[in-house]
Every structure is written in structure tokens, then in C-alpha cells.
């Protein structure tokens, strides 16, 4: 299963939540999921901000390898589930993606819990701003993702406990 999140320039919230998703996924056992990121302006090659390297860092893991990329309609075709940080990627998708058979969500969908919320807000984009808007934004990206990591679980009972 591949799970794709999206942003607009890929160097800030997207690369950010899926590194996360990756660490959160390698530990619950959900070996199966794929985690990749991608972004709406097509920026390529670009290294995650140095604010996004730095929170990061401060938890252990390791986000200057990643470089960004922007989206395809490949990258959507082989995804199951793709997690736009706002409202407006997901319209973007809507428009200029149609294809795939993808399942589209709000990262925040998953902030409350395991069952994404249709209601969600969007993610806020730390571009430019001091590295505490970034930890402060990476604090909603960690509890979105703990509780998509519950959902992903509960998308493939194998890996469920108990």
C-alpha cells in the first residue's frame, strides 16, 4: 500500500509528515506501507527547509536526504491513499488529477482520531517563518499521523493488536 502526502513546494509540511509516517509505520509493523511526498508547484530537487531538517532532527530522525519533487499522475495512479495537507491540494487534485483510485484526505481529518473528520482544517504552511512555527506545525503533524497509522491499521486487520 502506498500512501502519498502532498503540499505545494514539497520542503516543508509534506516531507515532514511523511518521514514521520515513516518512522510511526516501521514501528506499528505495517511494513506493507509505502510513504511518499510530493508537491502541487512542480519544485524539483530542492532539499527540505532547514527548519524542517532541524525539528525533525529533534525527535532522531533524518529528513536531508529528501529532495523535492512535484506531483505526477504516476504518483497517483500507484497510491491508495493520498493526504493533502490543505483544502486547497486536495481541489487541485480534483481538477487536474482525476485518475487514480486513490482514497483523498486532509491530513487534519486524522487529528481527533482514527476516523477522519470531514470537517477538517488545513495544515498552515511554516515557509519562512522561525523554527518554532515549524515545531508547533510538526506537534499536529505528529498527532495526525499517530492516528492515521490507527487507521492504516484498521485498513489491514493483519496488523491489527490483540
Not at 516501521?26 to 510530493?38: F, I, K, M, N, T
Not at 470531514?118 to 504552511?125: G, H, R, V, Y
Not at 490507527?150 to 491489527?160: E, G
Request: a negative charge; proline letters at 4%.
Amino acid at each position: 500500500m502506498k500512501v502519498l502526502m502532498v503540499c505545494s513546494g514539497n520542503i516543508c509540511r509534506s516531507p515532514m509528515a511523511a518521514e514521520y509516517l515513516r518512522h510511526r509505520t516501521a514501528q506499528s509493523g505495517l511494513e506493507h506501507v509505502v510513504v511518499d511526498s510530493a508537491g502541487t508547484l512542480g519544485i524539483r530537487d530542492r532539499p527540505a527547509s532547514a527548519e524542517a531538517i532541524a525539528t525533525l532532527a529533534e525527535i532522531g530522525l533524518d529528513l536531508s536526504h529528501h529532495r523535492s519533487k512535484g506531483l505526477t499522475a504516476a504518483d497517483l495512479r500507484s497510491s491508495e491513499l493520498v493526504i493533502g495537507v490543505a483544502r486547497d491540494h486536495l481541489e487541485y487534485l480534483a481538477h487536474k488529477h482525476v485518475e487514480g483510485q486513490d482514497d483523498r484526505r486532509l491530513l487534519r481529518s486524522f487529528e481527533k482520531g482514527a476516523e477522519p473528520a470531514a470537517d477538517a482544517p488545513d495544515l498552515d504552511d511554516p515557509i519562512g517563518e522561525a523554527i518554532e512555527v515549524y515545531q508547533e506545525q510538526f506537534e499536529l503533524i505528529r498527532t495526525c499521523v499517530d492516528h492515521l497509522v490507527l487507521y492504516l491499521k484498521h485498513m489491514n486487520p493483519q496488523t491489527r493488536d490483540g
